[in-house]
């Protein structure tokens, strides 16, 4: 199978359809934050504490192609379009589904979850919505499919992403 790689914001739920899509096809999956942390012996917020966001995004960017060749289905770290050359890289791939949803869906959800996200931690919520903004198009710019969660379950998604890309 050609792996299925997911993209979006934070919180939009990546790393959680991804699991479940990943179970309901029998396949392996890979979470990007937990590969860098596995790889480089390090939890991200204290890798983005210690060497800044520049060399988070290059080592990010250098593990991407490794997770595509032993993983079937990739759920990535919000901020994998960063960088132009990662953007290149996902734009030659197939198959990368890009999950959106409302701001305020997004923001709610990263509001109650207990997972730290250094660059949403203690941010206003104005700064948020920037961010959001700004990425639209860049997710936009790599994917091949787009799928508008629109508030529904993680089940619904997975559904939803089987009829897209496999069938
Ligand atoms: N469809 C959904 N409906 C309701 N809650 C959801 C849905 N998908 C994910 N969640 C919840 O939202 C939170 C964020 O989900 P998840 O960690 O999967 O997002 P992510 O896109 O992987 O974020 P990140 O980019 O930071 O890794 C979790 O608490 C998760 O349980
Ligand atoms: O959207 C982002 O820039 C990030 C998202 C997380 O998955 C992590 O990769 C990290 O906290 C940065
Ligand atoms: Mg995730």
Do not use: C, W
Not at 38 to 65: I, M
Not at 95 to 120: C, G
């Amino acid at each position: 199978m050609k792996p299925i790689v997911l993209v979006g914001f934070m919180g939009v739920g990546k790393t959680t359809v991804g699991q479940l899509l990943a179970q309901r096809l029998d396949k392996t999956f890979v979470d990007g934050d937990h590969y860098f942390e596995e790889q480089l012996g390090q939890s991200v917020p204290s890798y983005l504490a210690e060497f800044g966001e520049e060399e988070f995004r290059k080592q990010e960017s250098r593990l991407l192609p490794e997770m595509l060749k032993k993983f079937d289905v990739i759920a990535t770290g919000g901020g994998i379009i960063t960088l132009e050359k990662t953007r290149q890289y996902l734009k030659q791939t197939q198959s990368v589904v890009y999950l959106f949803d409302s701001f305020e869906t997004n923001y709610a959800r990263l509001v109650a979850d207990t997972h730290v996200r250094p660059l949403v931690h203690h941010q206003r919520i104005e700064q948020v919505q920037d961010l959001f903004t700004y990425r639209q198009p860049l997710y936009d710019e790599v994917a091949d499919k787009k799928i508008y969660v629109k508030g529904r379950s993680p089940d619904k998604v997975v559904e939803e992403l089987i009829q897209l890309v496999l069938i």
